[in-house]
């Protein structure tokens, strides 16, 4: 079982940045691909970025260049820096862990507001 708790969301204005991080628990965190999806309202839920076991990311193109996905295991934590935000990233941010062998997980999510 892992618990994913986001955290660093919150109200921005166009052009500013915020850091979201996912901390989970248990022993197995370096095991777990990691991502970040969003959902804005009225919207389904889209992908945003991921980072591999062995740290290799991959982002969706509304965000690349903006954002940057990192990993600390140490710290059993997932990082998202977003950049130049901008009025449509408004939405509410979840992180995920993905294993084929240990199962899918998600956090509660958090909300990020970026005022036009």
């Known amino acids: 079982q892992v618990q994913l708790v986001e955290s660093g969301g919150g109200l921005v204005q166009a052009g500013g940045s915020l850091r979201l991080s996912c901390a989970a628990s248990g022993r197995t965190f370096s095991s777990f691909d990691m991502r970040w999806f969003r959902q804005a309202p009225g919207k389904q839920r889209e992908f945003v970025a991921h980072?591999?076991?062995?740290?290799?990311?991959v982002y969706a193109d509304s965000v690349k260049g903006r954002f940057t996905i990192s990993r600390d295991n140490a710290k059993n934590t997932v990082y998202l820096q977003m950049n130049s935000l901008k009025f449509e990233d408004t939405a509410v941010y979840y992180c995920?862990?993905?294993?084929?062998?240990?199962?899918?997980?998600w956090g509660q999510g958090t909300q990020v507001t970026v005022s036009s």
């Open positions: 995920n862990a993905f294993s084929s062998t240990l199962g899918t997980y």
């Open positions: 980072i591999s076991i062995s740290a290799f990311t």
